[in-house]
């Protein structure tokens, strides 16, 4: 009996859910403290978007519905949890929800199969990367007066973390238009034969758009092997006119001799 107590107690009924009051004149913004992976709207009646990572917006289609009527469950489930919340008409405005953040007693644990490392715990890592001293001193690379150097890679789990600055040698402020990452040939004879594989970092410490002197940045990038043929590349080029671009290429040496949290870092917490 008791077992069969603690059961029932474990399900969850719409009675059971935050109910969120909507309205087609009202966008209901529901913000987490996380990005978040899915989200699933029971019912057509409700159109929804995701402007942000950790926002979504949620509006009826239509003011065909009575006061009180349930129209739909959202069910959002981010890196870490999931929440779900019932969506109830109101034909007043002044009663819809317009700004809603899910706090932590509505939360439930979740185990996300394709989430090795939440972005919070990223961050967490990238901070301490940020704040080590540069162990790397003599891969760096030279071009417009700009100098591009290797300060730290670090490894933890599925993910590497390349630390790696620019030293701007001039007066001219450094507008960046984009910073790319590639995997390709370290010997390139002929422009049609170069084989390159851009990369999507998972998280960027820093996103400044420009820089006067210094800039500084972590990189997380899921591990990889690489032949020894091929190099890992690291390109930042400035918007035009000036259109200055610097790059720092990284042997696979670099990235297997990069170093462990487990014995480095987290030692300090």
């Known amino acids: 009996m008791c077992l069969f107590s603690m059961g029932v107690m474990a399900q969850k009924t719409f009675y059971d859910m935050e109910r969120l009051t909507v309205n087609e004149n009202v966008s209901s913004i529901i913000t987490a403290s996380e990005p ?44 870490r949890y999931r929440v779900q919340y019932a969506l109830v008409y109101t034909s007043k405005m002044e009663e819809a929800v317009a700004d809603k953040e899910v706090e ?39 071009h417009h007066k700009l100098k591009m150097r290797l300060n730290n890679i670090y490894v933890v789990g599925e993910y590497i973390f390349v630390d790696f600055s620019v030293e701007n ?48 940045n972590v990189a997380v990038l899921k591990k990889m092997t690489f032949p020894n043929d091929k190099v890992l590349s690291i390109e930042l080029s400035e918007k035009q006119i000036s259109g200055r671009t610097i790059s720092l290429q990284l042997d696979y040496e670099d990235v297997l001799s990069a170093d462990s949290f487990s014995s480095l870092l987290l030692r300090e917490q």
């Open 36 to 79: 978040i992976r899915m989200v699933d709207i029971s019912t057509d009646s409700i159109v929804g978007d995701k402007p942000l990572d950790n926002v979504i917006r949620l509006k009826p289609t239509s003011s065909h519905h009575q006061d009180g009527e349930v129209m739909g469950i959202v069910t959002i489930i981010t890196e």
């Open 104 to 142: 932590l007693v509505e939360r439930n644990a979740f185990h996300n199969p394709e989430i090795s490392m939440s972005t919070q715990d990223m961050v967490a890592y990238a901070m301490k990367v940020w704040n080590s001293p540069a162990k790397y001193r003599g891969t760096y690379s030279n």
């Open 169 to 216: 040698l001039t007066n001219l402020q450094f507008d960046i238009d984009e910073l790319r990452f590639k995997l390709q040939d370290k010997k390139q004879q002929k422009a049609t034969n170069v084989q390159t594989l851009e990369l999507k970092p998972a998280l960027l410490l820093d996103r400044s758009l420009s820089f006067k002197k210094g800039y500084r």
